[in-house]
């Protein structure tokens, strides 16, 4: 059963299609990669589900409930997060800090005024816990800016998982990372999925990590999809084949 | 009827020194985003250097020479930009924009009592230059001719500054660089050096509002805090970084300005902050702005 | 790490705090057995520009607004007070501050409102352009308000603490500024221990978050507006219940504490002391008004004296004092074999 499609889905920019008349389905549970040259629409895609961006057409259903034109809040609260390209976290609070509000977020406990953070032992747990899970546990109270790429991405990662969503949408989590360190976080981060029974939407450029971790592969092509199939079944695709070349080393 | 003329003629020539501030402060933010806090203070300034130069020399010379006497406050305090802007602006580009609006609030305080050093407390007048041109009859009532001159420089800068930004190659360069730093220093533009005479063109303009307005309103302390914050209310409806805004802004603020202290002298300075304060809830970057 | 000075730090703790606020505070109650009455009060002044500048600094260091308009709330409480003592008779200090806070409250919660929608530049400029317009009002119904004569505040007929203590009969100046001293500081701590749970509780923790990623905030479910608003409020009513305090002190109010340059002087004690800090605008309020007393005692010329203060500051010590000091004292620790982290 399908936790997550799209109907004819649609977003133009001006004359440029970016995403065009897309059906797009996630199966719950799975690890499912959306791959794409630049410009296929892969982000885009992710931008209309998550509120990101407005749609100009089309249906996105969450579990068969119309979730189009909900905001924000409405899509955190129906389970769905998800994490940024370009790091985006909150550079001058500490990793704790940066996990800890996630938490507190989706507990609703951010209008609190007067109680103090820390003193919050449930909270200040399930923090703690996330970091040792990503691997962060010993840059727990180093701030942002004071973190490597590598971890930065991972903490990007945490801090959405933090909300406990149904459906995590992960945006390149590995750019900008060597591809020594990309493996490594790849896998904290489909073990810590897994493990979380959470369904993830890769949007990855490296194929090499792409065919290792995913159940499934949508690959998209101009605002459309080219292929959906396992990973296997991608690969003996000659369409993906010939507009992906040259994709797998330099994502 | 005579009073409605008179109040026009007023609103209009008020309009010319208004708009000569508020379009120097919005050329300052259009192209180097800095909102500089001590932009009246470079109108007051532009104010007592003239006023100060003209009574040195009123003795001595003759009138027609003390009218070109007009521009040297305008120049002093474009001189005093050129200083200002590479001394202690350039080493905060980097910087988050908060720090150079503390760094202008700075400035402010220095240079007014830079001005009170330099002049003095006391009020000074260039009322020799107002007279001599004497006064011409309005429907029974006498105006002074000179506020027509001063609506006429204010015309004719407007003019010049407008032809500068849309006709000339260094507008061309200006609107470059306002619109994208990065780009255009990519292009291989000078930005530091057209940030400099941007900042410098933009005092240039205020200080000549304060040139031209002194002899028919003398220079005090405290002209230009007060003169920031009306110049800040035109820019605001007018849309920063806007010469039309500051034009069209400027006539709006000093026509409810007038009528307001013919009949609601009480509330016409309210009304007006109300006024910007509804303008920038509507319309953020104001009627012409771009952000 | 850094040390608890620095918002957001982890590491944090009630206990490590009151071990080093309690030596302040014991200092600041003996102080005055030690020094004459003008200097007892000055440093009440300063006390009182404190509270102004930590409800100030909530919105700035804490929540990345930077206001241009706080003298209006500063304005609302100080004339909220003399309006109760000129047309309500009203001579009780717990009055005037419960008056002035009602107002305080209702203002900020309209102009928040307002300007909270907005960021940075026109945030700040909306606060500006809202302030001026109470300042002429303080300044054109001069038939309300006194105008530029303002309205007496006399500390004779006032009473503390629901009138346990007045000021009437022999050497009662000495006898106020005394008490006023310690009544403001009771106040004081209570507002600096309130405000450190404020920023130290998921709600500080969200507005800094808002301060430093508002797209990731927003998509972590905090509502910008609301919070913004909120710590628009709070901030407001600090700044309020300073001006509530320092009107029986100053014996009079006027526009002048409306006008915009004072909400510069509010943001410069806070760059002063240090923005991105707890204690940085405490310490630069209590600094800037020894500053500026110096100042204008000792030459015509004070204004640029503070002036230059403010632009070496910017330029050269953008963390203010506190920053600088903290800095120094991390830079110790480090020689001395402390943890690898960089600031």
């Known amino acids: ?59 996105i259903l969450l579990e068969d409930k119309d979730i189009t034109y909900a905001s924000v809040d409405e899509r955190l609260r129906a389970g769905i997060a998800r994490s940024f390209q370009l790091v985006n976290l909150f550079d001058d609070l500490s990793a704790f800090d940066n996990v800890a509000l996630s938490i507190f977020s989706r507990e609703r406990k951010t209008l609190n005024i007067m109680r103090i953070a820390d003193n919050d032992l449930e909270v200040r747990g399930e923090a703690d816990d996330l970091l040792s899970q990503f691997g962060l546990k010993s840059k727990r109270n180093v701030l942002v800016r004071g973190l490597a790429q590598g971890e930065r991405k991972l903490l990007d990662v945490a801090v959405a998982y933090a909300l406990r969503p149904r459906l995590l949408f992960l945006d390149e989590p590995t750019s900008g990372v060597s591809t020594r360190d990309k493996v490594q976080i790849m896998d904290i981060i489909s073990s810590v999925v897994r493990a979380g029974n959470v369904t993830a939407v890769v949007i990855e450029h490296d194929m090499d990590v792409v065919f290792k971790y995913s159940d499934r592969i949508v690959a998209m092509h101009q605002g459309s999809i080219l292929a959906d199939g396992t990973p296997d079944e991608i690969r003996r695709n000659e369409a993906v084949a010939a507009n992906l070349l040259g994709l797998s080393a330099h994502g | 009827m005579d009073i409605v003329i008179i109040q026009f003629l007023n609103s209009i020539f008020y309009a010319a020194i208004l708009f000569l501030i508020a379009a120097g402060l919005s050329l300052i933010y259009g192209v180097m985003r800095i909102v500089n806090l001590a932009h009246g203070t470079f109108y007051a300034l532009g104010a007592y250097v003239t006023a100060w130069a003209i009574g040195k020399a009123a003795g001595s010379m003759n009138i027609a020479v003390l009218f070109l006497l007009l521009p040297v406050g305008a120049v002093a305090v474009a001189a005093a930009g050129l200083l200002i802007e590479p001394a202690l602006f350039r080493p905060l580009y980097n910087r988050p924009e908060e720090y150079i609006l503390l760094l202008t609030f700075g400035l402010l305080l220095i240079l007014e009592d830079v001005m009170r050093f330099l002049f003095g407390g006391m009020p000074l007048t260039a009322g020799v230059l107002m007279d001599s041109l004497g006064s011409f009859p309005v429907f029974g009532l006498k105006y002074p001719t000179y506020n027509l001159l001063v609506i006429g420089i204010g015309a004719l800068a407007a003019l010049c500054l407008w032809a500068f930004v849309y006709r000339t190659k260094f507008g061309v360069i200006l609107r470059a660089t306002s619109q994208d730093r990065r780009m255009a220093s990519a292009l291989g533009l000078d930005v530091r050096r057209v940030y400099m005479l941007a900042f410098a063109l933009g005092c240039f303009v205020a200080g000549l509002g304060g040139a031209i307005v002194v002899p028919a309103q003398a220079a005090v302390l405290g002209m230009g805090v007060d003169a920031l914050i009306l110049a800040f209310v035109v820019v605001v409806i007018g849309g920063l970084g806007s010469l039309e805004g500051a034009m069209i802004g400027a006539l709006l603020v000093s026509f409810v300005r007038t009528a307001g202290i013919q009949f609601f002298p009480e509330i016409e300075l309210a009304v007006l902050y109300l006024i910007a304060a509804v303008v920038l809830l509507i319309r953020p970057t104001g009627l012409f702005g771009k952000v | 790490m850094m040390n608890l000075l620095q918002p957001g730090a982890e590491g944090v703790s009630v206990g490590r705090s009151l071990a080093l606020a309690l030596p302040v505070v014991v200092v600041l109650a003996v102080v005055p057995q ?186 972590l479910g905090i509502g910008i507006r609301r919070y913004r608003w909120i710590a628009f409020m709070i901030s407001g009513a600090f700044t309020g219940l300073a001006g509530i305090l320092w009107v029986p002190l100053n014996g009079l109010v006027t526009p002048e504490i409306v006008y915009w340059p004072f909400s510069g002087e509010i943001v410069f004690m806070s760059v002063l002391g240090g923005f991105r800090s707890f204690t940085g605008p405490i310490v630069g309020a209590i600094v800037f008004n020894y500053l500026k007393t110096y100042a204008v005692a000792s030459t015509e010329y004070w204004q640029a004296a503070l002036g230059i203060v403010l632009v070496i500051l910017v330029m050269a010590l953008p963390t203010g004092i506190v920053g600088a000091v903290s800095r120094l004292a991390w830079r110790r620790g480090a020689e001395s074999g402390g943890s690898g982290d960089q600031p």
């Not at chain 1, 499609?5 to 499912?32: I, N, S």
């Not at chain 1, 794409?36 to 589900?49: E, F, M, Q, R, Y």
């Not at chain 3, 709330?73 to 002035?100: D, K, T």
């Open chain 1, 1 to 59: 059963m399908s936790l997550l499609r799209t109907v004819k889905l649609r977003k133009y920019f001006g004359d440029t299609k970016a995403v065009d008349d897309v059906d797009f389905t996630v199966a719950k549970g799975e690890f499912l990669s959306l791959v794409g040259s630049n410009g296929a629409g892969k982000t885009t895609l992710v931008n209309l589900i998550s509120a990101f961006l407005r749609p100009d057409g089309g249906q």
């Open chain 3, 34 to 219: 030690l020094i004459d009455s003008y200097q007892t009060q000055l440093l009440t002044y300063g006390l009182i520009f404190g509270i102004a500048a930590l409800g100030f600094n909530l919105l700035l260091g804490y929540t990345g607004l930077l206001s241009f308009g706080h003298s209006a709330y500063f304005g609302l409480g100080a004339y909220a007070a003399a309006f109760m003592v000129r047309y309500l008779g009203v001579g009780s200090m717990e009055l005037y501050i419960l008056g002035g806070l009602v107002i305080t409250a209702v203002v900020t919660a309209a102009f928040g409102f307002v300007c909270v929608g907005y960021t940075r530049i026109f945030f700040g400029i909306l606060t500006l352009a809202l302030s001026q317009v109470l300042w002429t009002l303080a300044y054109k119904f001069f038939w309300v308000t006194g105008g530029t004569d303002g309205i007496r505040v006399p500390y004779r007929t006032m009473t503390l603490l629901a009138g346990a203590v007045d000021f009437s009969g022999p050497r009662s100046y000495q006898r106020f500024i005394g008490a006023y001293y310690y009544y403001v500081l009771g106040l004081f701590v209570a507002c600096v221990a309130l405000m450190w749970v404020i920023v130290h509780s998921p709600f500080g923790k969200a507005l800094q978050a808002i301060r430093d990623n508002e797209t990731r905030a927003r998509f």
